[in-house]
């Protein structure tokens, strides 16, 4: 039997697709994952974390970012109103799926004064309403859009996709892992990140056009939760973006966690930095990344090889994470067991091996991070502690960006891609976006026959 649709990955953008089709009334669609359902995942399991129903969501802070500057790239396929109503319609699915009805960051004239004291401190501040699920919360959202499509979509687990099968230049189906295979009408391709280095392949395979992205490659920085209470009350996760003096590198602050922790991650053999919070759980520290961009120019065309390149050297160095002290850093000295035993910033991720960074980052990305460090102390005095404690390395690959149209679709016929694996997104909700534009294009085509 040929299916309709077939959708490669069950992270937020396959979800939605699928979501969609079955509410535009598209009744033969298959959903591929290759990790486990979502009830045979666990948090602490490496294979788990990006991979599985939910894909990267299922674990990730559930941090919803309204604001449509941030997140992805979907303002470069819709005029400033079609995105505006997009994300409002994809995250009002959210909230009738279980997310909370607060937002944050709101504008209110305390945030006025903020951008204010940013912009003479050389620091740009970019406005973000977030939605806050919580990584204690995001199982059970997920769950209920599994529950909105049983019965509409059909689900397989476990089931990898080996290869995306064209004829005559449209889709004509998949290939499994186990060789099965599974002809079709359409297919939209929702790998993630986990799926990006695979959606490269078949991009290079199928002679899709793509393009490499940049690399953002930096450190964690974890402080007590009343250096950032100003800020965090007002905005949650505040965005501020600084220019590095030296470089002219774009340095921006990523992820802002009031009250959570910082945690490890698994990346194919290295270990990295992140963070998250919870809804219900309150910690004593608040933590945020600072990254760098680095775009490549040729010869060289593998930014997500540097960038694992210097994780690698922080788990030589240290074993797995590293962690050290700011005013170590700043002394030129390691930070020992012994130093972080008298930091007035309890780390809250314990494992990391206390060490010396400027053994790791390249002096572009170490004076990157110590210039933004200053910067940030002018608009929340207490960030540039002896105290405050640099997780490393933090990096966020993302995947090289495939060529689309307005509706998704690549140079194939039928051949849709969506989320984070295609480098269109770099969130839950536009990679969900992107998913929904796919769907409505897809629909309106199998409707007209
Ligand atoms: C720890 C962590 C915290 C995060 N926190 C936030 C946050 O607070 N807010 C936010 O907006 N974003 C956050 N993110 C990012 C967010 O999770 C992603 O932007 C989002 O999940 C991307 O959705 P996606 O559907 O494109 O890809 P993914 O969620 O990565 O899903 C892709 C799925 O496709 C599957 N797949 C890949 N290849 C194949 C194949 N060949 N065959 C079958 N299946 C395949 C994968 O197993 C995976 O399950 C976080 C990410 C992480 C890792």
């Given at each position: 039997?040929?299916?309709?649709v077939i959708?490669?990955?069950a992270?937020?953008?396959?979800?939605?697709?699928a979501?969609t089709?079955?509410e535009?009334?598209v009744?033969n669609?298959?959903?591929l994952?290759?990790?486990?359902d979502?009830?045979?995942r666990?948090?602490?399991?490496?294979?788990?974390?990006?991979?599985g129903w939910?894909?990267a969501g299922?674990f990730?802070?559930?941090k919803?970012?309204l604001?449509?500057?941030?997140?992805g790239?979907?303002g470069e396929?819709?005029?400033?109103?079609?995105?505006?109503?997009?994300?409002a319609?994809t995250?009002?699915?959210y909230?009738?799926?279980?997310a909370p009805a607060e937002?944050f960051g709101?504008?209110s004239p305390?945030?006025?004064?903020?951008a204010?004291?940013?912009?003479?401190?050389?620091l740009?501040l970019i406005?973000?309403?977030i939605?806050?699920?919580g990584?204690?919360?995001c199982?059970r959202?997920?769950?209920?859009?599994?529950s909105?499509?049983?019965?509409?979509?059909?689900?397989?687990?476990?089931?990898?996709?080996?290869e995306i099968r064209v004829e005559?230049?449209r889709?004509?189906?998949?290939a499994?892992?186990?060789?099965e295979?599974l002809?079709c009408?359409?297919?939209?391709a929702?790998?993630?990140?986990?799926?990006?280095?695979?959606?490269?392949?078949?991009a290079g395979?199928?002679g899709l056009?793509?393009?490499?992205?940049?690399?953002d490659?930096?450190v964690?920085?974890?402080?007590?939760g009343?250096v950032?209470k100003r800020?965090?009350?007002?905005?949650?996760?505040?965005?501020?973006?600084?220019?590095?003096?030296t470089?002219?590198?774009?340095?921006?602050?990523?992820?802002m966690?009031?009250?959570?922790?910082?945690?490890?991650?698994w990346h194919?053999g290295i270990t990295?930095?992140?963070g998250?919070?919870?809804a219900?759980?309150r910690?004593e520290?608040?933590?945020?990344?600072?990254?760098?961009?680095?775009?490549f120019?040729?010869?060289?065309?593998?930014?997500?090889g540097?960038?694992r390149y210097?994780?690698?050297?922080?788990n030589?160095?240290?074993?797995?994470a590293?962690?050290?002290?700011l005013?170590?850093?700043?002394a030129?000295?390691r930070s020992?067991?012994?130093?972080?035993?008298?930091c007035?910033t309890?780390p809250?991720l314990r494992?990391?091996?206390?060490?010396?960074?400027s053994?790791?980052?390249?002096y572009?990305?170490l004076?990157?991070?110590?210039?933004?460090?200053?910067?940030l102390?002018?608009?929340?005095p207490?960030?540039?502690?002896?105290?405050?404690?640099?997780y490393g390395?933090e990096?966020?690959f993302y995947?090289?960006?495939i060529?689309v149209s307005?509706e998704m679709?690549?140079?194939v016929?039928n051949?849709?891609?969506v989320?984070?694996?295609?480098?269109?997104?770099?969130?839950?909700i536009?990679?969900?976006a992107?998913?929904?534009?796919?769907a409505?294009?897809?629909?309106?085509?199998?409707r007209a026959?």
């Amino acid at each position: 039997m040929a299916y309709d649709v077939i959708i490669i990955g069950a992270g937020p953008a396959g979800i939605f697709t699928a979501l969609t089709l079955a509410e535009s009334g598209v009744g033969n669609v298959l959903l591929l994952e290759q990790g486990k359902d979502l009830a045979g995942r666990e948090r602490g399991r490496r294979e788990d974390v990006l991979s599985g129903w939910g894909g990267a969501g299922a674990f990730s802070d559930g941090k919803l970012t309204l604001s449509p500057e941030v997140g992805g790239f979907l303002g470069e396929f819709l005029a400033p109103d079609a995105l505006d109503a997009l994300l409002a319609a994809t995250d009002a699915r959210y909230v009738a799926h279980g997310a909370p009805a607060e937002v944050f960051g709101e504008q209110s004239p305390g945030l006025e004064e903020l951008a204010d004291q940013a912009r003479l401190a050389d620091l740009k501040l970019i406005p973000s309403r977030i939605r806050h699920i919580g990584t204690d919360y995001c199982p059970r959202v997920l769950e209920r859009f599994r529950s909105s499509m049983a019965g509409k979509v059909e689900v397989r687990t476990g089931c990898r996709v080996a290869e995306i099968r064209v004829e005559g230049g449209r889709a004509s189906g998949v290939a499994l892992e186990s060789g099965e295979l599974l002809p079709c009408r359409f297919v939209v391709a929702a790998p993630g990140r986990s799926g990006a280095g695979w959606m490269k392949d078949q991009a290079g395979a199928l002679g899709l056009q793509t393009q490499a992205s940049p690399v953002d490659i930096g450190v964690r920085v974890e402080l007590p939760g009343a250096v950032l209470k100003r800020i965090t009350d007002l905005t949650y996760e505040s965005k501020f973006i600084y220019y590095c003096r030296t470089f002219d590198d774009k340095v921006r602050t990523f992820c802002m966690n009031p009250y959570g922790e910082v945690v490890t991650e698994w990346h194919g053999g290295i270990t990295t930095i992140n963070g998250h919070s919870y809804a219900d759980r309150r910690g004593e520290n608040t933590n945020f990344a600072i990254l760098v961009s680095s775009a490549f120019t040729e010869p060289f065309d593998d930014p997500i090889g540097y960038g694992r390149y210097i994780a690698r050297l922080a788990n030589f160095l240290g074993g797995g994470a590293m962690v050290q002290r700011l005013g170590d850093l700043l002394a030129g000295r390691r930070s020992t067991p012994d130093r972080i035993a008298r930091c007035l910033t309890r780390p809250s991720l314990r494992e990391a091996t206390p060490g010396d960074l400027s053994f790791v980052f390249p002096y572009r990305h170490l004076l990157g991070i110590i210039e933004m460090l200053q910067a940030l102390e002018k608009v929340a005095p207490g960030v540039y502690s002896r105290h405050t404690l640099l997780y490393g390395v933090e990096v966020k690959f993302y995947s090289n960006r495939i060529q689309v149209s307005p509706e998704m679709e690549t140079g194939v016929e039928n051949l849709f891609t969506v989320g984070d694996g295609a480098g269109i997104t770099r969130s839950l909700i536009q990679a969900s976006a992107s998913g929904v534009l796919a769907a409505r294009a897809v629909a309106d085509r199998v409707r007209a026959g």
